[in-house]
């Protein structure tokens, strides 16, 4: 359930058909169907960090839901003051 202000009154799904967040510092958007934030009251995304319960990650530039193209992508710049994550594997 999203509320729409401090009486929490909420939407429904026949109000809105999604969520759309702009994390401003990572220039990342989620765009969250209607139908998949299933009574959630709050909600948390992680653009900058490895997180291995990332739920709404698959949701994250998925500009097709709404019938549009994704937006060219750019290399992600860790943010200043951030040690940058180490990837693990094999390294060529």
Do not use: M
């Amino acid at each position: 359930t999203l509320f729409r202000s401090k009486g929490k009154v909420a939407y429904t799904a026949q109000e809105i058909d999604v969520l759309v967040a702009h994390i401003v510092p990572a220039d990342a958007w989620y765009i969250l169907p209607i139908e998949v934030c299933g009574g959630a009251k709050s909600f948390r995304f992680y653009p900058d960090i490895p997180c291995k319960n990332a739920r709404w990650e698959k949701y994250r530039e998925a500009w097709h839901l709404l019938g549009l193209e994704p937006k060219p992508t750019q290399p992600r710049t860790p943010r200043p003051g951030k040690p940058k994550p180490r990837r693990r594997g094999v390294q060529a």
